[in-house]
């Protein structure tokens, strides 16, 4: 065979070769009267392996210049491990060993930052792999982590580390991502920070951090947090948003929030004092730190115009904590004074000390048209018709009466208890926020009637080793009426109070003659109409509102009564009967005075949240309140299910038109609905 049919024999499989000399015939042809010189067999191997090394070496510089598919590329597996690191890598570059040629460059003490090369991290590994049994490898855990770069961020920060992992509800993390080479033990010392903090540490500083460009440091953090949440998954991740931190650090942290999605929790300044009773709550309810969202409204009445202005300025002066700016929505009367006119022209929500980088508007007024005065069924409907939550899980709704002042700390409670009591791993394993209709700013000193005042309940002090001494103290209290001056909503309460409302006004306008359920009234016409369904429905429910006790509620809200105006569906009733007859009776005139005397405000009190709570700071467990009926009689979980269930019963038969038969079979309740009420719809 000639030395071009063996070259080809290196390329072509066998078969190609066979279907090549098929094709052509070379036997009518004139052969070559010279022939090449056979080339040795050992320089035939050489040619060869040469051939593989080439394209070995082409493979090779492919695959090191390869560029990245992924989005970014600091998307990497991480790698911790570097064999021989002592003899193969230093640990000052060039650089930083020698001293200045120039007399214009830095000094010593102060390196140049101009090293880019790739990033290792040197102390990680050893740390991330002992939390093994802290459940990182899952998504859903009872992991916190707290990150500094800057040392100023670190002191502020490490003692609310400190706070929270004493709590022993989560497992607390540390994580430096520092150019500063302090040593994490002098680091723990200068912030007293001992072994009783149960706070776990990790270096997550890089190589070469003190000479590094801020580019590189911005892609170590990225980096770090990537190869943290692999081993970790936290459930929030702890910032210090002031402007202490490091730019580069906080701008690698958004970008890794961008890609894996967790919950960052930038702290604003102060937050050692301003969110102290963050430290209160576990990695559950921290997890939905910026998940919830809290709309505002607020119903104005005519010529109430003196007790909105004072209240929208009390919203303005409060202070929110880092997340989703509240919504605003304000519900004009046709009438409006000329007072509130000029205010509203020159307010601003959100006010300028809210952190609102898109400038956006979260404020909504709504004017009524018409002329005519609204009756019951109208305004119940207008008012609930001014929200709707887009995800009734996560969007509840704050309703204030004008006659209210809020605390600068109103806010920080409100979030506090809707993290805790609806959203912590406590009450989702025992279900609080099956029975929670709503969280109370205020405590009323007066039944819903009007007439009686209500009777406080209070506990028994102890002392801190935990025995009850003789003194009492005030204390939160469940009670199933709900408050219409100033209250959360639940957003799966409110969608159920919607469709309530809904079928109740349906079945009033069908049933002749109309039921003592929904025609009696069991709340004073001092109320707006709505009040009268949201009590029926905790009634039939056995749903609760949470009430604060008196020292915490100075620190909430006061309802100022000497601006107090009726509502409009009940203004021409109410203006139509005197206070006292004529021929009153001694106890109609003795509910009078009560009623004079309960309706006094509470005055607020400049005291921080933590400071006006019982029990360290720590919001009580539900099974340890007391619990009032509608009325204002102490009950318990299983008499208020009994009543509950009483109530129901008679509900389902005069309203909603079922028969015993029906009554018994149970219909099965559905979410966020109350089909099962009513039978005649069916």
Same mark, same amino acid.
């Given at each position: 065979?000639?030395?071009?049919?063996?070259?080809?024999?290196?390329?072509?499989?066998d078969?190609e070769?066979g279907?090549k000399?098929?094709?052509?015939?070379?036997?009518?042809?004139?052969q070559?009267?010279?022939?090449p010189?056979? $080339?040795p067999?050992r320089?035939?191997?050489?040619?060869?392996?040469g051939?593989l090394?080439l394209?070995?070496?082409l493979?090779?510089?492919?695959?090191k210049?390869?560029? $990245?598919?992924?989005?970014n590329d600091?998307?990497?597996?991480?790698?911790?491990a570097?064999?021989?690191l002592?003899?193969n890598?230093?640990k000052?570059?060039?650089?930083?060993?020698?001293?200045?040629?120039?007399p214009?460059t830095?000094?010593?003490?102060?390196?140049?930052r101009?090293f880019?090369?790739?990033?290792r991290?040197?102390?990680l590994?050893a740390?991330?792999?002992a939390?093994?049994?802290?459940?990182?490898?899952?998504?859903?855990?009872?992991?916190?982590?707290?990150?500094? &770069?800057s040392?100023?961020?670190?002191?502020?920060?490490?003692?609310?580390?400190?706070?929270?992992?004493?709590?022993?509800?989560?497992y $607390?993390?540390?994580?430096?991502?520092?150019?500063?080479d302090?040593?994490?033990q002098?680091l723990r010392?200068v912030?007293?920070?001992?072994?009783?903090?149960? $706070?776990?540490?990790?270096?997550?500083?890089?190589?070469?951090?003190?000479?590094s460009t801020?580019d590189?440091?911005?892609?170590?953090?990225?980096?770090?947090?990537?190869h943290?949440f692999?081993y970790?998954h936290p459930?929030?991740?702890?910032?210090?948003? &002031?402007?202490?931190?490091e730019?580069?650090?906080l701008?690698?942290?958004?970008?890794h929030v961008k890609?894996?999605?967790?919950?960052?929790?930038?702290?604003?300044?102060?937050s050692a004092?301003?969110?102290?009773?963050?430290?209160?709550?576990?990695?559950?309810?921290?997890?939905?730190?910026?998940?919830?969202h809290?709309?505002i409204l607020?119903?104005?009445?005519?010529?109430?115009?003196?007790?909105?202005?004072?209240?929208?300025k009390?919203?303005?002066?409060?202070?929110?904590?880092?997340?989703?700016?509240?919504?605003?929505?304000?519900?004009?009367p046709?009438?409006?004074?000329?007072?509130?006119?000029? %205010?509203?022209e020159?307010?601003?929500?959100?006010?300028?000390?809210?952190?609102?980088p898109?400038n956006?508007?979260?404020?909504?007024?709504?004017?009524?048209i018409?002329?005519?005065?609204?009756?019951?069924?109208?305004s119940?409907?207008?008012?609930?018709?001014?929200?709707?939550?887009?995800?009734?899980?996560?969007?509840?709704?704050?309703?204030?009466?004008?006659?209210?002042?809020?605390?600068?700390?109103?806010?920080?409670?409100l979030?506090?208890?809707?993290l805790?009591?609806?959203y912590?791993?406590?009450?989702t394993y025992?279900?609080?926020d099956r029975r929670?209709?709503?969280?109370?700013?205020?405590?009323?000193?007066?039944?819903?009637?009007?007439?009686?005042?209500?009777?406080?309940?209070?506990?028994?002090?102890?002392?801190?080793?935990g025995?009850?001494?003789?003194?009492e103290? &005030?204390?939160?209290f469940?009670?199933q009426?709900?408050n219409?001056?100033?209250?959360l909503f639940?957003?799966?309460?409110?969608?159920?109070l919607?469709?309530?409302?809904?079928r109740?006004?349906?079945a009033?306008?069908?049933?002749?003659p109309?039921?003592?359920?929904?025609s009696?009234?069991?709340?004073s016409?001092?109320?707006p109409?709505?009040?009268?369904?949201?009590?029926?429905?905790?009634?039939?429910?056995?749903?609760?509102?949470l009430?604060?006790?008196l020292?915490?509620?100075?620190n909430?809200?006061?309802i100022?009564?000497?601006?107090h105006?009726?509502?409009?569906?009940y203004?021409?009733?109410?203006?139509?009967k005197?206070?006292?007859?004529?021929?009153?009776?001694?106890?109609e005139?003795?509910?009078?005075?009560?009623?004079?005397?309960?309706?006094?405000?509470?005055p607020l009190?400049p005291?921080?949240?933590?400071e006006?709570?019982?029990?360290?700071?720590?919001?009580r467990?539900f099974e340890?309140?007391?619990?009032?009926?509608?009325d204002?009689?102490p009950?318990d979980v299983?008499e208020?299910?009994s009543?509950?269930?009483?109530?129901?019963?008679? %509900?389902?038969?005069?309203?909603?038109?079922?028969t015993?038969?029906?009554?018994?079979?149970?219909?099965?309740?559905?979410?966020?609905?109350?089909?099962?009420?009513f039978?005649?719809?069916?």
């Open positions: 065979m000639s030395a071009w049919g063996k070259m080809r024999n290196v390329f072509l499989s078969e070769l279907k000399d098929d094709d052509h015939n070379y036997s009518g042809l004139r070559p009267s010279w022939h010189a056979k $080339v067999q320089r035939r191997l050489l040619k060869r392996i051939l090394l394209l070995a070496s493979v090779y510089v492919f695959v210049n390869i560029p $990245v598919l992924g989005p600091r998307m990497r597996r991480p790698n911790y570097y064999p021989d002592a003899a890598i230093r000052r570059p060039p650089y930083e060993q020698s001293p200045p040629s120039s214009n830095q000094s010593p003490a102060t390196p140049e101009i880019n090369g790739p990033v991290f040197l102390e590994s740390s991330l792999h939390i093994s049994g802290t459940r990182g490898s899952m998504a859903a855990n009872r992991n916190v982590l707290f990150v500094a &770069s040392l100023k961020s670190a002191s502020t920060l490490l003692p609310m580390a400190c706070k929270m992992g004493v709590e022993l509800k989560s $607390v993390h540390f994580a430096l991502m520092s150019r500063s302090i040593d994490l002098d010392h912030n007293g920070i001992d072994d009783s903090c149960q $706070v776990i540490f990790h270096d997550a500083r890089p190589d070469y951090a003190l000479v801020d590189r440091m911005e892609k170590a953090v990225f980096r770090a947090f990537h943290i692999m970790m459930q929030a991740i702890l910032v210090d948003g &002031s402007d202490d931190e730019s580069f650090f701008r690698g942290a958004r970008q890609v894996k999605k967790p919950t960052l929790i930038e702290l604003p300044p102060n004092k301003r969110l102290d009773w963050l430290t209160k709550l576990d990695s559950t309810a921290l997890r939905m730190w910026d998940e919830i809290i709309d607020i119903h104005a009445t005519p010529g109430a115009s003196g007790g909105l202005i004072r209240l929208l009390s919203l303005s002066a409060a202070d929110y904590p880092s997340s989703s700016v509240p919504h605003l929505t304000i519900e004009l046709r009438d409006i004074d000329p007072p509130t006119k000029q %205010f509203l020159t307010f601003i929500w959100p006010p300028p000390h809210i952190y609102n898109t956006a508007r979260y404020l909504s007024l709504r004017h009524r018409p002329h005519q005065r609204m009756n019951e069924e109208e119940s409907a207008r008012f609930l018709e001014s929200f709707w939550p887009a995800q009734p899980q996560h969007s509840h709704i704050l309703v204030l009466s004008p006659q209210a002042e809020l605390s600068p700390q109103f806010f920080h409670y979030k506090y208890s809707l805790e009591y609806r912590s791993a406590i009450s025992q279900h609080w929670l209709f709503g969280i109370s700013l205020d405590q009323p000193l007066q039944l819903l009637d009007g007439k009686k005042a209500l009777s406080l309940p209070s506990l028994l002090e102890t002392t801190s080793s025995e009850q001494t003789e003194g103290t &005030s204390t939160s469940l009670w009426a709900p219409p001056n100033a209250v639940l957003g799966e309460k409110w969608m159920e919607h469709d309530f409302v809904s109740s006004l349906e009033k306008q069908d049933l002749d109309v039921p003592a359920l929904l009696e009234k069991d709340v016409t001092q109320y109409s709505w009040l009268e369904h949201a009590l029926r429905l905790a009634r039939a429910r056995g749903y609760w509102t009430y604060p006790g020292d915490t509620a100075r909430l809200a006061t100022h009564s000497e601006l105006h009726m509502p409009e569906e203004a021409n009733l109410e203006n139509s005197s206070l006292l007859a004529d021929d009153a009776s001694d106890e005139v003795e509910n009078i005075r009560l009623k004079l005397r309960t309706g006094l405000e509470i009190s005291v921080s949240l933590l006006s709570l019982p029990n360290a700071g720590n919001l467990p340890d309140l007391p619990i009032l009926t509608w204002g009689e009950t299983e208020l299910k009543l509950a269930a009483a109530y129901t019963t008679s %509900f389902k038969e005069e309203v909603g038109g079922c015993t038969e029906s009554s018994g079979k149970q219909k099965e309740r559905e979410n966020l609905s109350v089909q099962d009420l039978c005649a719809a069916d």
